[in-house]
């Protein structure tokens, strides 16, 4: 029985290695009544163990990549916007179109969805489409838009875990990626952890909107009346900015909505943004000290 409960032990401690040493020692009898336990709780507590088994092995991962830090005593941002900067160059680097790039830009973030929000994160903003990327090549433009629309099918296909919400401008983005965006934004309306694309998105429009919409309805025009007149509503403002590629600029994102945020640059373009790399950006986040006004 006390083998039982330190065995036990060994699993809650992610110690699975000395378990299974242990699980070849004891006999055949207590053998079988482990596995039927075993399924028993497999069956029962799944969301659990793959938790429990995801830690485990994004530990070993770090350990290899030399990273010695414990990733449950990190604190992850409720709200995390990312300027994903540097896919052309990252392309140019390897030789190749510009939209090389943007695809393995875009294959970036389920890893970051999964990571961030099976760690407490509830908010992620991506700046997907700048109202200044319109300057661009019409070609890179639909390629942009075309590897959002297929990416976004596949991932919404079956599973509709993330809210998602866009903020920025629809009406110029191709009708069917438009149609896309829309009904996801209606399935997930009820999820609760938030996917946020920034769409044809500029801060300083956004700004102006809120003044028009200020002076049409005649509202006070207080700091409350003004974030209620954004593109989005209720959702809380970022924590943490991380922009990729080494440039250490806003470039026109939420100009409202950073004003407490922290800032993160990195010069890792941002295909090759993995989840080493976000971890070392909350490791930083948590090294800082918010005091919003506050004295130190
Ligand atoms: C910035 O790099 C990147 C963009 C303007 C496009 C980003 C879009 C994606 C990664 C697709 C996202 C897909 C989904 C599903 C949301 P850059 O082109 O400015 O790079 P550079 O500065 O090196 O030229």
């Not at 990252?90 to 970051?112: C, M, P, S, V, Y």
């Not at 760690?119 to 109202?131: C, D, H, I, K, R």
């Not at 998602?164 to 629809?170: D, P």
């Not at 989005?232 to 922009?243: A, E, S, W």
Request: charged share 25%; proline share 2%.
């Amino acid at each position: 029985m006390l083998e039982l409960l330190y065995m036990f032990l060994l699993i809650i401690k992610q110690k699975f290695v000395l378990f299974i040493i242990l699980l070849f020692r004891i006999n055949i009898m207590i053998k079988l009544y482990i596995i039927i336990l075993t399924l028993i709780a497999i069956y029962f507590y799944q969301n659990e163990i793959i938790k429990c088994l995801d830690t485990f092995v994004k530990k070993s991962y770090l350990r290899l990549k030399g990273i010695n830090i414990d990733t449950e005593k990190l604190l992850y941002p409720k709200h995390i916007a990312f300027i994903m900067d540097g896919n052309g160059r990252w392309a140019k680097k390897q030789k190749k179109e510009r939209t090389f790039g943007h695809i393995n830009g875009a294959n970036n973030l389920e890893d970051i969805f999964y990571n961030c929000f099976s760690n407490g994160t509830q908010y992620l903003t991506f700046y997907v489409f700048a109202e200044q990327n319109w300057k661009r090549s019409k070609e890179e433009i639909d390629n942009i838009f075309e590897i959002i629309y297929k990416k976004l099918s596949l991932y919404f296909k079956d599973q509709m875990k993330y809210r998602l919400v866009v903020q920025g401008r629809l009406d110029r983005v191709p009708k069917k990626l438009k149609k896309l965006l829309t009904s996801i934004e209606n399935k997930t309306a009820s999820c609760e952890k938030t996917v946020i694309l920034c769409l044809d998105y500029s801060g300083r429009r956004e700004i102006v909107n809120a003044c028009k919409n200020i002076i049409d309805n005649k509202l006070e025009p207080t700091v409350e009346n003004f974030a209620n007149s954004l593109y989005v509503k209720g959702i809380p403002d970022p924590d943490l900015i991380i922009r990729t590629s080494g440039e250490k600029r806003i470039s026109d994102f939420l100009l409202w909505q950073l004003s407490y945020a922290e800032l993160y640059f990195t010069d890792v373009y941002w295909p090759d943004f993995n989840l080493v790399e976000l971890e070392k950006a909350v490791r930083d986040y948590n090294s800082r000290q918010r005091r919003y006004g506050v004295a130190a």
